[in-house]
Every structure is written in C-alpha cells, then in structure tokens.
C-alpha cells in the first residue's frame, strides 16, 4: 500500500507585506484615537459624577443622622452635579 498524500501548505509563496502608513494617514489615525479617549475620558467623568450625585443625594436625605448644613449642601451639590452631568451629555451628543 502506498502513503497517504496530504496538501502541504507552501510557505515559500510571496509574502504580502502591509503597505507603509503615510504621516498625514498616521495623523488621522492618531487624531481618531485621541478623539475617541476623548470620549472615554468624559464618559468615566459622567460615570463619577453620577456615583457621587447618588452619595449626596443618600446624606442629604439621611435625617437627624447628619446636621443640617451638611445635609444642605448635600442637597444642593446633588442638583448641581444633576444639571452638570446633563450639560456633559448635552454636549457630548452634539459633538
């Protein structure tokens, strides 16, 4: 009986090699990527910001366990930090 004959893969064949990154296709890259952690950046802004609106808004409603003035201004950075957080996403939607 004669051997099994299998396809062999020809690794001697031309190897494509990727054509070079022009400077202005490298600026445009760089630029793209720099937008997008941009956006990330704000992204994880907006995720704090939201984390510590919830925390403000906790102590501000937390009762005689906090005085009044820090429940005040507890209170009064929970807005800001609302009204903040949808001014970021307002801009960051148009963009």
């Known amino acids: 009986m004669s051997p099994s004959l299998s ?13 070079a ?3 202005a296709q490298r600026v445009q ?7 997008q952690l941009a956006k990330d950046h704000v992204k994880a802004l ?3 910001m939201v984390g510590l609106e919830e925390l403000a808004a906790e102590i501000a ?5 906090y005085s009044p ?11 800001d930090l609302d ?5 970021l996403e ?3 939607a148009r963009a």
């Open 83 to 87: 009204s903040r957080v949808q001014t």
């Open 7 to 19: 396809v062999v893969a020809d690794n001697d064949l031309k190897t494509v090699l990727p054509k």
């Open 61 to 65: 409603e937390g009762g005689d366990a």
């Open 69 to 79: 003035g820090v429940r005040d201004v507890a209170r009064r950075l929970a807005e």
């Open 21 to 23: 990154e022009t400077v």
């Open 46 to 48: 907006t995720t704090a």
């Open 29 to 35: 890259r760089l630029q793209a990527e720099a937008r």
């Open 90 to 92: 307002a801009i960051v």
